[in-house]
């Protein structure tokens, strides 16, 4: 089964496992392919990277008409996400890559410090455990007591 690439290119969104069946065809089959016609690696990571960065910056906004510099870096990364379209070996320029490590650490920090928030607005009650002493118990009088008279057989052998 022969594919062209432009049949190939309207599937670089997904992950190439959903591709394959979508073509009803095998992985390898669709990266022997994918080897023929130039394509070093399946797209769909590098590009859902970039949707997300590019929603970042527009829901970082909300309603609200983003600034000159927002409009800018939506519409370059756009530009960007086209070029890997056409070009699935394009590599992304060096101060993307940068953005995108920027933003999703600014992202997991704002994640992290809403688990502080919740976790001081919604204090444990002071006899609950915490998931930690559930796993790991600190106390005593969870441990079972081993009862050192157990006569097993292998003791008594003659």
């Given at each position: ?139 005593e009088k969870d ?16």
């Amino acid at each position: 089964m022969a594919l062209s690439r432009e049949e190939i290119a309207r599937y670089y969104h997904i992950p190439i496992s959903q591709a394959t069946r979508k073509f009803n065809i095998g992985v390898s089959l669709l990266k022997r392919q994918c080897r023929k016609l130039g394509i070093k690696r399946w797209p769909s990571r590098k590009l859902i990277s970039l949707q997300e960065l590019i929603n970042h910056f527009k829901a970082e906004h909300g309603d609200a008409q983003p600034q000159e510099y927002t409009r800018e870096i939506i519409t370059r990364l756009l530009k960007e996400k086209k070029k890997v379209e056409e070009n699935p070996n394009y590599q992304l320029p060096k101060n993307i890559i940068q953005l995108r490590k920027r933003s999703f650490k600014a992202r997991y920090k704002k994640r992290k410090s809403m688990g502080l928030k919740l976790a001081i607005t919604n204090p444990r009650e002071e006899n609950e455990p915490t998931p930690l002493e559930i796993i790991y118990p600190t106390n005593e009088k969870d441990y079972e007591e081993l009862d050192d008279s157990y006569d097993g057989d292998c003791d008594k052998q003659d």
